[in-house]
């Protein structure tokens, strides 16, 4: 797990992640910006699976019932809508960018998740696990 900075990087023209860990010599600078009014962090977050901005998917999820007093406290994402299944499963319904970080957030529940949509998402996790197969 890392913590990033999020901030707007002139050259760039464009809000850039910055690790804090690599921060080795910040300055207090008598300078300022004038905050862009229309900028909401809330919004631009929650298009986001983590640090990856790709266009939103909508995402299906389905955790077995192993994990069900876990997952329904669970914050997968701001967008997330939980429903408890008769059998006991749970659907997670979300909408995120970031298809590589979510498999990879995704790789920790094991077994107890299941991606019943979209079929990209399914297409780099599967892409993922062959990778990662060829290293045993």
Not at 58 to 77: G, M, P, R, T
Request: glycine share 6%; with cysteine.
């Amino acid at each position: 797990e890392k913590t990033y900075l999020l901030g707007y990087n002139v050259e760039k023209e464009g809000f850039r992640y910055y690790l804090l860990h690599k921060i080795k010599d910040a300055k207090i600078l008598d300078e300022y910006f004038d905050k862009d009014e229309k900028f909401d962090l809330k919004n631009y977050l929650s298009n986001s699976f983590g640090v990856y901005q790709e266009k939103p998917m909508k995402i299906k999820l389905l955790f077995s019932e192993k994990v069900k007093d876990a997952i329904k406290d669970y914050n997968l994402h701001p967008t997330q809508k939980i429903k408890q299944n008769p059998d006991g499963t749970t659907t997670v319904l979300l909408e995120a960018g970031g298809r590589y970080e979510i498999c990879w957030h995704l790789f920790r529940w094991g077994d107890n998740v299941k991606i019943l949509e979209p079929q990209e998402l399914k297409d780099t996790y599967n892409e993922l696990l062959k990778n990662a197969m060829k290293q045993i």
